[in-house]
Nanobody, 123 residues
Framework: QVQLMESGGGLVQAGGSLRLSCEGSGRRFSEYQVGWFRQAPGKEREFVAAISWPVGLTSYQDSVKGRFIISRDNAGTTVYLQMNNVSAEDTAVYYC????????????????WGQGTQVTVYS
């Protein structure tokens, strides 16, 4: 079974940057595809970005393209979300999710979720 642990959330000023980390563990985690999702107050959880492994193909929600970058370390155990030029609309709890199938990650139908990390953007 795969376990995920997010970190790196916090307060950030509008226009600033923040990097989130998602550390995975468990059997065969390096074979899983991983994505980032977020849930703002009163809204449903939404897809933010995903990265395939080991090829490293990335996909993003339109609202974060050009601002957020998803990446994975060489060992395949940690996935990052670099958030740049953030705005109030980026305030949410951010979750990472993992699944053996990339398409299931992109639609949020994943086998494992992390517990989430809060990101709050202030002006």
């Amino acid at each position: 079974q795969v376990q995920l642990m997010e970190s790196g959330g916090g307060l950030v000023q509008a226009g600033g940057s923040l990097r989130l980390s998602c550390e995975g563990s468990g059997r065969r985690f390096s074979e899983y595809q991983v994505g980032w999702f977020r849930q703002a107050p009163g809204k449903e959880r939404e897809f933010v970005a995903a990265i395939s492994w080991p090829v490293g193909l990335t996909s993003y929600q339109d609202s974060v393209k050009g601002r957020f970058i998803i990446s994975r370390d060489n060992a395949g155990t940690t996935v990052y979300l670099q958030m740049n030029n953030v705005s109030a609309e980026d305030t949410a709890v951010y979750y990472c999710g993992a699944d053996p199938t990339l398409r299931r990650v992109q639609i949020g139908a994943v086998a494992a979720w992390g517990q989430g990390t809060q990101v709050t953007v202030y002006s």
